[in-house]
């Protein structure tokens, strides 16, 4: 399945290279909305909030009442994800909130949004960077990986983000073996990001069971939706 991502900026739809240099800006919202209004599962991201650098709180309400959305960035408390809920999303992306300065999970943090939630609401951001667990807007990395996490996790979450962060933005293709890894350690929905660029690695990804997150690729045309 592809997801179409939506990006957000300082007020605008964005697209960044492996997350720090602005490549992509829109602000024509309707043109967008419509354009994914077909799928069943759209990916919304405060990039600001991500960041700590603000946010863009009332476009994330507005988008999520019209599209199906998983909504993520800067969601750090039950309270926060269960605002988000409540706005229309359907399900919250965590990331930073899960994992502790040492390299640990933070399990209490995982149990305690499945509780508020419910886990079936619940996605766990696992974006990487050289291997690594990168957080706080992909600016800090953890000393724990992807395959360290997700035994953790399963309990509390349905579905799990994988972003290669060293990819994101570049169109260059997404390691398909890392996709086929993560798939084999969870019974949780996986979805990939970072590099996607054609028709036939979401194909390819469908096949193994693994669903795409696609954004520069559509946004410059590459990929038509």
Known sequence: MLIPSIDLMGGRIVQLVQGEKLR??????????????????????????????????????????????????????????SEIINAGAMRVIIGSALFSEDGKVNADVASALAAAVGAER??????????????????????LTPDEAIPQLDPFVAAYLYTHVDGEGLMQGFPIDAAARLHGLTARQLIVAG????????????????DAVVGMAVYTNLLVV
């Open 122 to 143: 619940v996605v766990a951001g696992i974006d990487t960077k050289n291997g690594r667990i990168a957080v706080k807007g992909w600016k800090a990395q953890v000393a």
């Open 24 to 81: 992509l800006s829109f602000d024509d919202f309707e043109y967008w909305i419509e354009k994914f209004s077909r799928f069943p599962l759209v990916q919304l991201i405060d990039l600001d909030a991500a960041m700590r650098q603000g946010d863009n709180s009332g476009l994330v309400v507005q988008i999520a009442r019209r599209l199906p959305c998983q909504v993520g960035g800067g969601i750090r408390s039950t309270e926060r994800a």
């Open 195 to 210: 590099g996607i660029r054609s028709q036939q690695e979401v194909d390819d990804l469908d096949a193994m069971g693994v």
